[in-house]
């Protein structure tokens, strides 16, 4: 009767793990047809970018205008590192045009980025934590940031509800981080899932930033609930950040 029971069992757990395994295949294979019909994997390759969501910061860039040369910015969770090289090309970071002003563009994620000219690259390092804060001060040299992006999502569960807590958590560490580098009337862009969590976002930065806005470029995917918030105008922190929330 044991002997069965364990038989049962492990019959059971073959077929949970087959069924999971064609589940992945079946995603993968999907994730490989959208890639191919999907025009704005061409258009990376063909201007080099490392991956499509550069052409997302190029379209809200071209409505918001918060890319200038000679400024400072700082891209989080910037792994592989398409938006540094669209920071970099916006701010002048490479001094590829000597009759503007040279900007600072710091990409910083836990994962490996390859160099990208004109950008300083702190790879292998936790944003949230102090020593990156104290380095990325160092970094800077006396510099207050004008711009702080971040595309950062989180590895999905497949938990809808975890998974949107956990992208919540990161625009909160991303705000917070913000706060601590940004100079007065600096700006801030953050990727979000949609939902009820946005408008309660929206309120939180209404205290630290003189406007918001939300922005769904083209280049996102038709089917994806992700959102920006371009928070502008930063008024400065009067009481201590505890926790990624303000007390």
Known sequence: MIKSQSLNNLSLARMFFLVNCLKRFKSSQQWLSR???????????????RCRSAFKLIEMN????????????????????????????????????????IGTVLAVDKLQIYPIKGATILSNMDFSTIEAHD???????????DLVLSDMAPSATGIREIDKDRIVGLCYMAIRFAALVSRIDGNLLFKVWDGK?????????????KSIKILKPKASRSDSSEKFILARGFKGVQRPLENGRWG
């Open 135 to 145: 380095r990325v001060i160092e970094v800077l040299n006396g510099k207050k940031v």
């Open 35 to 49: 890639q191919r019909a999907d025009p704005y994997v061409e258009k990376a390759k063909i201007s080099n970018y």
């Open 62 to 101: 071209e409505k918001t205008n918060i890319l200038t040369p000679g400024q400072t910015v700082i891209d989080l969770g910037a792994s592989p590192g398409s938006w540094t090289q669209v920071a970099v090309q916006k701010t002048n970071a490479d001094g590829a045009d000597p009759k503007k002003p």
């Open 197 to 209: 969590e946005v408008p309660i976002l929206e309120m939180d930065l209404e205290r630290f930033y």
